[in-house]
């Protein structure tokens, strides 16, 4: 969003410039002490990387694809002064340097989200970049505009009416995970996870009512069955509700989403590093738990205990419905996966469900409802909770931008 003010005739002429976060970021720029450092880290910063050969193309490519982005600048950066930064920001001309401003500054003057930012391991074919991708033809110019929608975190984090300033430790972590040591595909996953998770919050943020109130947060949900805790990728709030979000960068098939769904479903997965002899990550194991539960389970769990409510008919039958307004766990996915796609997701993942009788009676046992085990017990009684799971799955499964559509109009 662009909000053009004329330019006041005072001594500061940098305090008012086009863009929303302008005044979070002259306030950083007041200090030519503080610019030169941020100068000498920039230059630092590329100099290493440079120094650097890529093990993989992929890798390659999006270090070659930054070094465009850092290029359109249309002049030697390495020999900017403190006023040619001030007027580099002012008239928008790096998205890049707008970014590493937002990073220098976020991390108390410190290179350590610098250095992720230009590690950042997302190529154009990798992620969704929140729609970003569809927008735009050229890699360089989908991270030419990511590294914009970057910058506009300035104006968020400066607004404790739209985050939360307990949140800022979350966003740090999950600024870092762009661009972390590139030691296995680990790496790139957690960027391409980080990506999408700040896509997210720049589109929730904009939603009238919306506040950030966490990012990375480790939240504990007591069950009947037991004490679960796990980490929430996004804590945001509306009206006075609280939702927990967790976003899936996945570019798979419904069928496969749905086995990962699954296995989330019936186990904690442990994953196990295998190394070679100096100490490189080979791959990664994946060892199912068995007998404890996972993050799908929790949340299905915890949201059929507060959004499933009952009431009586005239003849003192007990009504199960899942009212919405009170699920609180809601997964999901990018834009690569459709709302169609979804459905098929939920499909297949109830036909899992439901072959395993067992499985059902855990998440009933979970609630701990008396009426809804009793239920269970009752003729077609798995049917009709299986009927119950297949609404709370459908109001509580988005992509993207279904997600925004919903939390938009509440």
């Known amino acids: 969003m662009i909000v053009k003010r004329p330019v006041p005739n005072d001594d500061n002429h940098f305090k008012f410039v086009t863009y929303v976060h302008a005044v979070y970021l002259a306030k950083r720029l007041d200090s030519d002490e503080s610019v030169k450092r941020f100068l000498q880290l920039l230059i630092k910063i590329e100099d290493d990387i440079l120094a650097k050969v890529p093990n993989d193309v992929s890798a390659f490519k999006a270090k070659e694809h930054i070094r465009e982005v850092i290029g359109r600048l249309g002049e030697d950066y390495k020999n900017l002064s403190t006023d040619d930064l001030r007027t580099t920001v002012k008239q928008q001309k790096s998205s890049y340097i707008t970014a590493q401003i937002v990073a220098y500054h976020l991390a108390d003057e410190s290179d350590e989200i610098m250095r992720a930012f230009r590690r ?18 050229e890699g360089v110019d989908v991270l030419d505009a990511f590294f914009r929608e970057i910058g506009e975190l300035a104006t968020l984090v400066e607004d404790t009416g739209k985050f939360n300033p307990e949140a800022k430790s979350g966003l740090i972590r999950v600024l870092k995970e762009l661009g972390l040591e590139a030691k296995n595909g680990s790496s790139v996953k957690k960027s391409i996870g980080a990506t999408e998770v700040i896509m997210t919050i720049r589109k929730l943020s904009q939603i009238a009512g919306v506040r950030i109130e966490g990012l990375e947060v480790r939240k504990v949900f007591n069950l009947a069955s037991g004490e679960f805790e796990r980490r929430v990728d996004i804590v945001f709030s509306k009206g006075g509700r609280l939702f927990n979000l967790e976003s899936k960068a996945w570019d798979l098939t419904p069928e496969k989403i749905s086995d990962y769904l699954w296995m989330s479903f019936k186990w904690t997965v442990t994953r196990t590093k295998v190394t070679d002899a100096n100490g490189n990550v080979t791959r990664v194991v994946l060892d199912p738990e068995k007998g404890k539960r996972g993050q799908m389970f929790i949340d299905i769990a915890s949201n059929l205990k507060a959004a499933v409510i009952k009431t009586v008919d005239a003849d003192n039958n007990v009504i199960f419905q899942v009212d919405q307004s009170k699920i609180m766990n809601f997964l999901q996915f990018d834009g690569r996966t459709s709302q169609e796609d979804i459905e098929k997701v ?31 017990k009752g003729e077609d009684g798995y049917e009709v909770v299986g009927d119950l799971l297949e609404d709370l799955l459908k109001k509580s499964i988005y992509n993207q931008d279904g997600f925004k559509s919903y939390i938009d109009v509440l």
């Open 120 to 137: 950042y391991h997302c190529t154009r074919s990798m992620t969704d970049f929140g729609g970003l991708r569809d927008q735009y033809s």
């Open 346 to 376: 939920i499909t297949s993942l109830l036909d899992t469900i439901k072959r395993k009788p067992g499985e059902l009676t855990a998440l009933v046992n979970a609630v701990g409802d008396i009426d809804l085990k009793d239920l269970a």
